[in-house]
């Protein structure tokens, strides 16, 4: 271990092993390492199920109905990928597919006026759609229909509308959408946390629209898609990757401190040994100094023996419930995988329902979720705090990154990966090289 490297990374969740996976891709001599004896860090998998009761300190057998221990693979925090989204992008550029399966995900969904609708990404489906009244559904489809044909770099295609000046608020009002329809917009489809994009130029979430859109083109029945035997494999492939470019690995490795001299980093101390380097990436519990608190969330694992109700018995789905349909702050988020991802025993289901805690009752805030998902066989619930970095890491080279937030899907996630990548290395993640469908990887 007392040698020189051009990055240590501390943390093996999957945030870091991208980094390390790029930063190996790109030349760097890199030293990952993890308190853990397993990869992922707070976002591992499970299994067998028994790992899942031990975890969350249930002392009770596994249900024999619930098939072979073995076949379950639960995600702590499990998070589905969008087709054409960055994370996909970056699996590709850096070639860790190839070590992957994935599979689409049966259904988006969104939750309004008291029940689940299935979300409208294109004209056809917008035309049926009951989530909107008769004379609605045309100005929706002639806003979609701008959405596909707007170039922000080609003033025809505007219709009038500068996005990169106007509000969000001006563009839904331009189509005369009522609140309700841009309520579902802006949180299923852009995907949103919240409605500060309202007031924030629209030029953003037009991409994010356009987005959901391409991905769902892609692969058809939702824009989602999930890694066979969940999202373990995804660190793991990422720390394949870096291997074969010289990266080395060290699990079950303690880690003493960040070494840190006259105000200059040095390197990462675990007992008596130094390793040097000029560089640090690291999750929030490797530097909590340097982190600061941010808020909570709340997660429950749900195990049921029957779909969602209401999602055409799906096998896996994403359902998002936006805040102001049950009187909060933020988004609650629902999501399904089963034995088609491989994730659980024939015949159940995995679900997790997710948000940011507002309240001194988080489990409580979870129940317009829970109350979706009709009879539930077992139930975990856990709080995690919140952390992001007090400073950018450009002075100090130690980057930190952000917890994971409550959201079931990798965008914001991957916006930490790439903001993260732009400060280390001083230019942005170069996406042109990217080519864009997981099948030409091959």
């Not at 006026?113 to 559904?137: C, F, Q, R, Y």
């Not at 994730?343 to 317009?368: C, H, I, R, S």
């Not at 109350?371 to 400073?391: C, N, R, T």
């Amino acid at each position: 271990m007392d040698e020189v490297y051009d990055v240590i990374v501390l943390g093996t969740g999957l945030k870091e092993c991208i980094l390390s996976g790029l930063m190996s891709v790109s030349g760097k001599k890199v030293l990952h390492m993890d308190r853990n004896k397993y990869y992922g860090g707070e976002s591992t998998s499970l299994t067998p199920l028994d790992e899942l009761y031990s975890h969350f300190k249930v002392n009770k057998p596994v249900p024999e109905e619930c098939g072979r221990p073995r076949d379950w693979n639960v995600d702590l925090i499990p998070k589905f990928l969008m087709a054409s989204g960055e994370l996909v992008k970056l699996l590709i550029h850096t070639g860790v597919t190839r070590y992957l399966e994935f599979k689409s995900v049966e259904g988006s969904y969104v939750y309004k006026g008291g029940k689940i609708h299935k979300v409208p990404a294109n004209e056809k489906e917008a035309l049926s759609s009951d989530l909107m009244g008769m004379t609605e559904k045309p100005c929706y489809r002639s806003f979609l229909q701008f959405i596909q044909e707007y170039n922000a770099d080609d003033s025809s295609t505007w219709d009038g509308f500068d996005a990169s000046k106007e509000t969000m608020q001006a563009c839904y009002d331009k189509f005369s959408l009522d609140p309700s329809t841009a309520d579902f917009t802006g949180h299923a489809l852009a995907l949103y946390l919240n409605d500060d994009y309202l007031e924030m130029p629209a030029l953003e979430t037009l991409k994010r629209i356009k987005l959901y859109s391409d991905s769902l083109a892609r692969y058809g029945k939702s824009p989602y898609l999930y890694p066979l035997y969940g999202l373990g494999e995804l660190p793991q492939g990422f720390a394949r990757l870096s291997a074969v470019y010289g990266g080395t690995y060290m699990l079950d490795k303690l880690v003493d401190e960040i070494v840190i001299e006259d105000g200059k980093l040095i390197g990462v101390r675990s007992g008596s040994e130094v390793a040097r380097c000029s560089m640090v990436i690291c999750d929030p519990t490797y530097a909590k100094s340097r982190c600061k608190n941010v808020g909570q969330v709340v997660r429950a694992i749900c195990i049921l023996d029957h779909p969602i109700p209401d999602t055409n018995d799906a096998a896996s789905c994403q359902v998002i419930i936006p805040q102001k349909q049950v009187g909060r702050q933020n988004d609650i988020y629902v999501s399904c995988v089963s034995s088609t991802h491989n994730v659980t025993a024939k015949g159940f289901y995995l679900v997790l329902v997710a948000t940011t805690v507002e309240t001194d009752n988080p489990e409580e805030e979870l129940k317009p979720g829970l109350e979706l998902l009709g009879s539930i066989k077992e139930k975990f619930v856990a709080v995690s705090d919140l952390y992001e970095p007090e400073e950018d890491g450009v002075q100090s080279q130690i980057f930190v990154s952000t917890s994971y937030d409550a959201t079931s899907h990798f965008e914001t996630t991957c916006d930490d990966v790439l903001d993260i990548f732009r400060r280390a290395t001083g230019a942005d993640f170069d996406f042109s090289k990217v080519k864009h469908v997981l099948e030409e990887s091959e």
